[in-house]
């Protein structure tokens, strides 16, 4: 079964019934589906004003569960159903690699696109009987002969390494590579199954018709009337894994194959991880850029508000006492809890009050 977000767009004090399904917002990335477990109502537009797309905090977590108003939802994966099936469609691998100019630029070679804007190669290994441009999310993917290998996942500590290997026709990946510098590109894997794929992919030579024209012309022996629909009409552009990888290095190149090595962007060569030093308190400046807050309550390190008559403030017109205590409870208590907090801090390095 498919559930595209354009036919099951959640919606605010609407009846649902159990077994009811709807999806997240696109932009939150979130690619799992949410089934009514309980009957009810969902809450009005006023509760989630400052969430996100103006919708429910949806989790990322199958089998986790949501209360929206008297609902309840609970996340599911649908490409789990479709893996479950005793005959799954076919899997589709898609591939998008994306060159960025900070990365990839190849001087003294200038950038191809004047506004500085990223490049996308997009393609499919042509497997599984699928030989033709493959259309996915409104994108196409033109197929190209690749082995892909090394994907695999293990118990035994290290993260894998898998190659990409690229027909090199006509020294085509070669003189690509004179023009961009492949190290550092990120390569997205995205997997899916053929009854996910757009509709425009298939046949669009078929006769359509209402039920209201071919109720009296086609009918069953039981009297039931046979109406024409779209082929593949479980398109869902939302029911996909992405995994992404890194290029670390060309491994392989001759007149026959490019062949690159990829890699987590933990693994990359001359990337230092973490960036950020985990702390359990803000290093931000208090009221600046970083922390944005610019309230007129004013409160002490200890997170107590200070009254109007309290306050002491300099020649500048600074509220002196006015300290932030750098916790997360600090934060909640000048911005609320019902809102995304720009808390510099690690949220699991140590529970706060």
Known sequence: MAYPYALHKWEAEKAYAVGDV???????????????IVAGTTSSLDTYATFPSQEPAFPFKITQEL????????????LAEELLRLAPTAVIDLFQ?????????????????????NVELLYH?????????IKFGNQTYP?????????????????PRPTLKVANVNNAITS???????LGAKVQRIRTFAKFIDTTNFNQQVPFAVESDVADALTTEGG?????QTFNDTADDNAKIVETWYIDRVSGENQQFVEFELAPKIDLV?????????????PWQYRGTECGYQGDSCFTVNDVAIAAADKIVDSSGKVTNDICGKRLSSCKRRFGGDVDLPYGGFYGARLQA
């Open 125 to 133: 290994a042509g497997t599984n009987g699928l030989t033709e441009d």
């Open 270 to 282: 001359n990337v230092s991880l973490p960036r950020r030093t985990i702390e359990e308190f803000c």
């Open 176 to 182: 690509l590579m004179l023009t961009y510098n492949p």
């Open 224 to 228: 039931d009337s046979l109406i024409m």
């Open 22 to 36: 709807v999806r997240a917002d696109p932009a939150k990335d979130n690619t799992l589906a949410f089934k009514c």
């Open 143 to 159: 197929a190209v002969p690749v082995e892909i290998d090394g994907f695999e996942f293990s118990g035994r500590g290290t993260l």
């Open 67 to 78: 209360i929206d108003g008297t609902c309840t939802w609970e996340a599911f994966e649908p």
């Open 97 to 117: 690699i994306t060159l960025t100019k900070d990365t990839n630029e190849q001087p003294p070679v200038p950038w191809p696109n004047d506004d500085d804007s």
